[in-house]
């Protein structure tokens, strides 16, 4: 069993590492193509451009993996089915259930590698390429009505709710274009704060060149007033980690960071639906491996002693394509709809699965 699994093990990976170079090469030369726009920007050279690319890398091979999981092992399936090697180990003793539990350890081993690379390798080359624009264009614009947070408090006049608005961030992190509005219970507005740069510390904001204005809470002889101060250390519990979750892409997040955010968001009493279920996919990709596994093995069933291998191979990446068409188009209609977070990610995969253990019951039973 050990040279079987030998066998299987080095066809299937040098077909899936294949692919998945071929994958990452389209994807870095459409990506670079791209980047070209940009060169001659202040700041921006044709190096900016391929570390960019090179920088996108990770996280194209954590989205494409599982494709080429599929594409790999059909085409290696293939060529042992239609060189009659397979049908020898299945005369040697190579039954369903052991063929399905060998292709199951290494699409267990494939998630393993999509899970390192998905929550630690892509997140920081994801951060490393945002600094690079960043530097490149003097700061990231957070789009016309920039990033909002929202922060709850308790003090001795009661509960304060607060809402933070910034516009923009420079490369080495400070926030710019701030705007902090304080409100009581009652939504009534009591303070906002302008300052024109922050920078997050632990437990405080350290706010530059801030305008304080104050609401009084009584209406009679209401009256405005206005503090200026050069510098401000604004308490909150708002986070390093909650900020750049709010300022930076999702795509930067990992698992645990998507989990923490998303708490955060319910707590706050915000819209969480469409993180809870970034969360889980997230969660979940990795065993997509074990899925695309599934679908390869039927092809190892279907006789072809000439020729078939590259219709096997397209139909394979029509498989891969209806994955993420499904996948994405699921996360839509669960944000659209409210559903739970867990169903929706987990839908696309275990409707594969069965699709994958019924074509390959019947292949045994009747073929």
Not at 334 to 351: D, E, H, I, K, Y
Request: hydrophobic share 50%.
């Amino acid at each position: 069993m050990r040279t079987v699994r030998r066998l299987l093990y080095r066809d299937i990976s040098g077909a899936v590492i294949f692919v998945a170079a071929a994958f990452l090469s389209l994807f870095f030369f459409i990506d670079f193509v791209d980047e070209l726009d940009k060169v001659g920007r202040p700041g921006y050279t044709m190096a900016s451009a391929l570390l960019s690319g090179l920088l996108d890398m990770p996280g194209h091979f954590y989205e494409l993996f599982p494709i080429a999981v599929l594409i790999g092992a059909i085409y290696a399936m293939s060529r042992l089915a239609q060189s009659s090697e397979f049908t020898i180990l299945r005369t040697g003793g190579l039954g369903p259930v052991r063929a399905l539990g060998l292709l199951a350890g290494l699409g267990a081993a494939f998630a393993v590698v999509t899970f390192v690379v998905g929550d630690y390798v892509a997140p920081a080359s994801e951060r490393q390429a945002v600094e690079v624009q960043a530097r490149s264009q003097g700061g990231r614009e957070l789009g016309r009505a920039g990033a909002w947070l929202k922060d709850r408090r308790s003090t001795p006049q009661g509960e304060r709710n607060v809402s933070v608005n910034v516009q923009r961030t420079t490369a080495d992190g400070v926030l710019q274009g701030i705007r902090i509005f304080e409100f009581d219970s009652d939504g009534r507005l009591l303070t906002r704060v302008s300052a024109a740069s922050g920078r997050v510390s632990d437990g405080q904001w350290q706010l530059d060149d801030a305008l304080v204005t104050h609401w009084p809470a009584e209406v009679a002889n209401a009256r405005i007033t206005d503090e200026r101060h050069a510098s401000l250390a604004w308490p909150t519990t708002l986070t390093g980690d909650v900020v750049a979750a709010a300022v930076l892409p999702v795509s930067t997040m990992s698992t645990i960071e998507l989990w923490r955010y998303s708490m955060h968001l319910s707590d706050q009493e915000q819209a969480a639906q469409r993180h809870a279920i970034l969360f889980w996919k997230k969660a979940l990709y990795p065993f997509a491996c074990l899925v695309m596994m599934g679908l390869a093995l039927p092809f190892a069933y279907m006789h072809a002693r000439s020729g078939g291998v590259a219709l096997k191979v397209f139909g394979g990446i029509l498989l891969g394509i209806s994955f993420v068409l499904l996948n994405n188009v699921a996360s839509h209609l669960g944000l659209l709809r409210n559903w739970t977070p867990w169903v929706v990610a987990a839908t696309p995969s275990l409707l594969y699965l069965l699709l994958s253990l019924a074509a390959f019951a019947w292949l045994v039973r009747y073929r």
